[in-house]
């Protein structure tokens, strides 16, 4: 952030009534002291001059502040409102404004906090949106990433990471434009569906006239009660070769970035994928697991016992075919050699209007240390893999999310210092 | 066919209270502070805004009532093409006022009422009158005849709401939410296309009740300075933004193109305006504070 800025707005002659309205949009982080504005703000219970903290007596907390963002090596939650969002703003300027304005919020939703106190004035709409009140922080966490088009738009190709581009198209890729690309992402999960969704709400609802939805999708988990991996509307387990959360030589080599400003920060990948569930259904379990390369009761590789037992796609059965189908979803994804940490989400969405089909699937995210791990994995699935029968990829986009935030600092102050 | 707007309007004789519904006996049980602020907003002087937009409203209504008899002599006459290009421009007179128009109860539907609108209310299409019918008659059966005592009693309507009109007590409340209410008619009806489903006439509605907004922030811009000087250059920039894509749509003639030319990008493109300027227009309340 840069401090001819801050000086000039301080300087501004700031009335009682601008101090409320800043309340009121929330402007935090701003680490400069001036004598009697800042008397006014803690007397009506908020501080702009000091950053929110992360609580410590919330119940079901991710705590905001860290290294990296939440939303990526947090455990998975129930539940997710991912949105893709175009920028309307036109400077950078702005958009480190619009940063800056949402670090606090996004504190106080994580909190399970009131966006704003309660004001006495009727005649306003009220400054949070209301529907999480009464609920704790359902372990929320909020992830914001960048996407190429944003770099385009603001004029900051120079600090674009050569890394991020548009994905290239892929074999039986069907994608809308509907569900691809944007310019930011919020990625909201939580183990309440409201919880998440009145995050993502209430962040674009305090940007108005500064960002617009292009797409969003809601999805769900399901963890058994005995935990283990989740699994898919296809009924297998997804998410079972992910590096462990707490390995962090995997994840240094697997997950985060380790150079430039995004250092710390991950590429998010995100695919609508549709699930053709009336013809899965009406498919053999032999066939199902063929196409899987798993056992769909246990999660184990064909020819093993257990879920996280390793395998060999090469072996063959008696008869030299491979025990592992050359054309299952597993043989060609361990042939690729590529890892990335998956953080997938179901979604049903009620019925397709033009064939009165389930519009339900699986909303794939995951995060890699470059988008190049993703690509080899699914241009070694291309035209071979068995599952393209019942998939179709219609949505598609790839966000840099930002490094994590120091208490003090905003989301993405290191892509503004590298401007 | 809104009747939210009741609660805010006071009529001498106590003409209007069906469909006034519990909204404020709720809040102060929800929560003594509306009652502070009530009190608060006594305090606040907007008498001169408060008798400039009622002088807005009574002239929007004067104009209302001529152009409608002007339409319905052309539709009595038979003159249908006269009869269709009389129509978008006298309901803009409505649209604009819509505030207070639409605050009578029953007459608000008689004049305005979509067949929806009736047939959601379990009516039928006999109880159904007013410029919506004399719309389908124009553009749907493209004739006049049969319609000539829709066509009267809409004028008798007019009459009686241009009278009725004359007594309303406009209140801080009837500004600001009135505002945001033709905002609201915008996003819901007009945007789609469902406000003229025969003569796809929506975006004279869609003008009309823009300036209808534009009007009461114009009434009470200085108010607003004195507050909040960012909100009302916000509000500028906004209503800038939605007058500039409206303009897009327009014809030689001054008027506006037909709802089914709008592509799906256009009416995105205006709903997104709209909205970007509904959220600081809300924010006009805090001269009541």
């Known amino acids: 952030m840069t401090t001819s800025n801050d000086e000039k707005w301080i300087d501004k002659k700031i009335s009682r009534r601008d101090m409320l309205k800043l309340t009121g949009v929330g402007v935090a982080g701003v680490a400069v002291g001036a004598s009697g504005f800042g008397g006014v703000m803690k007397a009506m219970g908020y501080n702009i001059f000091e950053p929110v903290a992360d609580s410590t007596t919330a119940k079901h907390k991710v705590d905001f502040y860290g290294k990296h963002q939440t939303g990526i090596i947090t ?161 297998f387990k997804d998410g079972t070769v992910n590096p462990a959360i707490t390995d962090e030589q995997d994840l240094h080599k697997t997950v985060w970035v380790d150079k430039g400003w995004l250092k710390n920060g991950s590429y998010l990948i995100a695919r609508k994928i549709q699930m053709h569930l009336e013809t899965w259904d009406r498919t053999s379990l032999k066939d199902q697991e063929a196409t899987f390369g798993r056992y769909r009761d246990s999660g184990a590789p064909l020819g093993k016992e257990n879920e996280f037992d390793d395998f060999d796609i090469e072996a063959k059965d008696d008869k030299g075919d491979y025990i592992i189908p050359d054309t299952s979803h597993v043989h060609l994804a361990r042939k690729s050699d590529a890892r990335m940490l998956r953080r997938s989400y179901s979604y049903a969405s009620g019925v397709l209007s033009n064939t009165g089909a389930h519009d339900a699937g699986l909303l794939f995210i995951s995060f890699q240390k470059d988008p190049a791990q993703f690509i080899a994995v699914q241009n070694s699935l291309g035209r071979m893999d068995k599952m393209n029968e019942y998939i179709t990829h219609r949505g598609s986009a790839v966000f840099a999310c930002f490094p994590g935030v120091q208490k003090g600092s905003y989301v993405g102050e290191a892509l503004f210092n590298a401007l | ?226 507050k909040d000087s960012t909100l009302v250059a916000t509000l500028d920039e906004k209503f800038k933004a939605v007058d500039d894509l409206l303009a897009q749509h327009t014809t030689a003639d001054g008027g506006y193109v037909s709802y089914e030319a709008l592509t799906e990008e256009n009416t995105k493109a205006l709903a997104a305006a709209v909205n970007q300027l509904g959220e600081p227009l809300s924010q006009m309340g805090i001269i009541l504070e």
């Open chain 2, 1 to 226: 066919m809104e009747y939210k707007a009741l609660l805010s309007v006071v009529v001498a004789g106590g003409l209007l209270m069906a469909g006034c519904g519990n909204t404020e006996e709720v809040k102060k049980e929800d929560k003594p502070a509306t009652e502070q602020a009530e009190q608060a907003t006594q305090e606040v002087d907007l008498s001169t805004e408060l008798s400039a937009y009622q002088q807005f409203a009574l002239e929007q209504m004067d104009q209302f009532l001529l152009d409608t008899e002007k339409f319905v002599n052309l539709f009595k006459a038979g003159d249908i093409e006269g009869a269709k290009a009389a129509y978008a421009p006298a309901r803009m007179y409505f649209e604009r006022s819509e505030p207070i128009a639409e605050s009578f109860g029953d007459l608000d539907p008689r004049i305005d009422g979509r067949l929806a609108d009736i047939q959601e209310e379990g009516k039928g299409e006999e109880e159904w009158s007013g410029y919506h019918k004399l719309e389908y008659a124009l553009w749907e059966e493209n004739t006049t005849k049969g319609y000539e005592a829709v066509a009267d009693q809409l004028l008798a309507d007019a009459k009686e709401l241009h009278a009725l009109v004359q007594t309303v007590e406009v209140t801080p409340d009837l500004m600001i939410t009135g505002a945001v209410d033709l905002l609201n008619e915008v996003s819901t009806s007009k945007i789609t296309g469902e406000e003229e489903i025969y003569s796809h006439t929506d975006l004279y509605d869609f003008k009309a009740n823009i300036e209808g907004a534009e009007k009461i922030f114009e009434i009470l811009r200085s108010k607003l300075e004195a």
């Open chain 1, 75 to 235: 455990p998975v939650q129930t539940n997710i409102y991912f949105a893709s969002l175009d920028v309307l703003v036109t400077s950078q300027k702005e958009l480190q404004q619009l940063f800056q304005q949402w670090t606090p919020l996004m504190v106080r939703l994580m909190n399970g906090e009131q966006m704003v106190e309660m004001t006495t004035n009727t005649r306003v709409p009220p400054g949070d949106t209301g529907e999480a009140k009464g609920l704790d922080a359902a372990h929320l966490s909020l992830t914001i990433g960048a996407g190429p088009s944003l770099f385009d738009k603001l004029g900051m190709q120079h600090v674009k990471p050569a890394e991020l581009k548009d994905l290239p198209h892929f074999p039986k890729d069907q994608l809308q434009q509907e569900w691809t690309g944007g310019d930011l992402c919020i990625q909201a999960c939580a183990d309440d569906p409201q919880v998440a969704f009145h995050a993502v709400r209430n962040l674009v609802r305090a940007a108005s006239g500064k960002v617009a939805i292009k797409w969003s999708q809601a999805g769900f988990n399901a963890f058994p009660a005995e935990g283990g991996t989740p699994r898919n509307l296809f009924a």
